[in-house]
């Protein structure tokens, strides 16, 4: 009996082993899904499309000379940092003398500032090594303004598994406007953009490490009903690193910080759950969301702290000594500059709440994803031989408009992104969604309880993820590889037709993103005829 069931026991245990060996790959390309292995092409493409975009951020950046919209704080403001390591005073005037080359500038008391310091110190490299005019202090936002295009595309190009869509990403950012002319301006609200964008590109890959480590441990999983560990997340500590930057620049990084921070305990649920956990919700609970919270919250709190740096080591900021006339009975044992700090954030969160007066180019968030009332930044007119012009009257301007193929198509990709959630909850759509309504949503709020005085370049914050929206359009649209002949070729002609359209769009407003000085008439001709772009 022995000799004759030996060989049917065997026979028996090996297509169970044969089937948990097949479910467990089949897990783990869910969990980590083939990637691109075109490495070569996938830096070429991504780059290229970068270097046209330094150009268009760099080319004559130093012109118009002058002081371009609120650059007449932010420039100043940098100055003073290297100088004195908090913003000072300037003497009336301060603008015109700069210009001529005057830099003895500064009054002697210290200025009231509502917005972080890092952001400023951004913009002061620039000045420190190409000096007080404006190729320095726009020199450092226009490295970061190129940069954010590479890092897109690559971004994209993991995300999607595809090189084309990668590139195609970088360069609709490359080509756009509202990021063209934000990039190319001394103000807060690219670096910003940046910080938010590189930050989640570090969760992006945590969610790609960690999902290599749940595949690694697939058996765990399936003896416990939380799972596992995943082990140590450095690229969440390089997020908090990040975060705690961009809330150094601007105080609505807030907001991305909290929907990442859910985001990426979502990603771990997911990941859970793929990989058999019984209970994936209590499992991320458990083992991912607190240390998520200590490798993300605290880390920005310290890096934002360290952004007041110049302040707090210096004794003649504003409100620095506040602490020194005002002891307090309860937080006594608080260090002095602490306190005195977080008067100054009291005082300033009031003038936030507070900013309602009128400016002819804000416009309500309702309008900003259709470009309805962009910010003319620069406007100057001239005369016949005057800076060139050759005819009666010739216009120069900087208009912070997006490309319209871009914007114009933004709404509709946004409801694929909700379908895609729903129907096929698409990680990457819920991503971009989470994304969007961090750096939007919260401007409703303000503007119709704060009344608050708004412009639409604060879209520039989320603009990647809505190019990110589009791009994965357009990957639908061009169809999967395994498509047959005639419908990759429909879809890729339907992309390229929007993105030759997107590409006339920026030659033709080019002009009005440069400064350059061209006819009066045909500086109306490529403001399209719409009125609330003039």
């Known amino acids: 009996m022995t000799q004759a ?58 012109q118009p000379r002058a002081f371009v919209f609120d650059e007449t704080y932010y420039a100043k403001d940098a100055w003073a940092l290297l100088r004195y390591g908090y913003e000072q005073d300037f003497i009336e005037n301060a603008d015109q003398k700069i210009l001529k080359g005057n830099l003895d500038v500064f009054a002697s008391t210290p200025s009231y500032v509502v917005h972080p310091p890092l952001g400023k110190w951004i913009i002061a490299v620039g000045e420190k090594f190409f000096g007080l005019d404006p190729f320095g202090w726009r020199f450092a936002v226009a490295v970061l303004g190129t940069l954010s295009i590479l890092l897109l595309a690559r971004l994209v190009r993991r995300m999607t598994g595809s090189t084309v ?25 690219l670096p ?38 995943l082990g140590f997340r450095p690229w969440r500590i390089a997020a908090g690193v990040l975060f705690g930057a961009a809330l150094g620049t601007k105080w609505n990084a807030l907001f991305f910080i909290a929907a990442f921070g859910v985001l990426t ?84 969160f009031k003038f936030h709440t507070g900013l309602d007066s009128t400016h002819p180019y804000q416009s309500h968030p309702w309008s900003w994803l259709v470009q309805g009332r962009p910010v003319s930044f620069y406007y100057e007119e001239y005369g016949r031989g005057e800076l060139g ?58 503007a119709d309880h704060d009344n608050r005085t708004m412009f639409s370049f604060y879209a520039v914050s989320f603009l990647p993820f809505l190019v990110m929206a589009v791009t994965i359009c357009l990957g639908l649209i061009l169809g999967p590889k395994d498509a047959s002949p005639t419908r990759r070729t429909v879809g890729a002609t339907a992309v390229g037709c929007y993105l030759l359209l997107a590409a006339l769009a920026a030659v033709a407003l080019t002009p009005l993103w440069l400064a350059e000085v061209i006819p009066y008439q045909e500086w109306l001709d490529r403001l399209l005829g719409i009125k609330s772009w003039i």
């Open 165 to 189: 869509l990668g590139t195609i990403a970088g360069g609709l950012l490359a080509i756009d406007g509202l990021h063209i002319v934000m990039s190319r301006t001394a103000l807060l609200d």
């Open 389 to 446: 012009c050759q005819v009666e009257k010739c216009s120069r301007e900087v208009l912070a408009v997006g490309n319209p193929v871009l914007w114009w198509s933004v709404a509709a990709a946004l409801l694929a992104m909700v379908w895609l959630l729903v129907s096929r909850r698409d990680w990457r759509a819920g991503a971009v969604l989470a994304a969007v309504a961090a750096g939007w949503l919260p401007w409703f709020w303000y």
């Open 5 to 62: 069931g030996a060989p049917h026991e065997r026979a028996a245990t090996v297509p169970e082993s044969v089937e948990v060996a097949a479910y467990r790959e089949r897990v783990r390309r869910r969990l980590v899904p083939p990637g691109p292995t075109d490495r070569l092409a996938g830096w070429i493409g991504p780059l290229l499309v970068t270097v046209l975009g330094g150009v268009l951020r760099f080319w004559n950046l130093g």
């Open 192 to 229: 910003l953009s940046f910080f938010v964008l590189a930050a989640f590109a570090c969760l992006v890959l945590d969610r790609d490490q960690a999902r290599r480590r749940a595949a690694e441990r697939l058996p765990a999983f399936e003896q416990g009903s939380i799972g596992p560990s």
């Open 265 to 348: 305990v979502w990603w771990d649920v997911s990941a859970r759950r793929v990989a058999g956990a019984r209970s994936p919700w209590l499992g991320a609970l458990r083992r991912d969301a607190f240390p998520a919270f200590l490798s993300i919250v605290p880390t920005a709190l310290v890096v934002y702290l360290l952004t007041w740096s110049g302040w707090l080591f210096t004794s003649g900021g504003y409100y620095r000594n506040w602490a020194d006339t005002n002891p307090s009975a309860h937080f006594g044992w608080v260090p002095g500059p602490l306190r005195s700090l977080w008067h100054y954030h009291q005082e300033a």
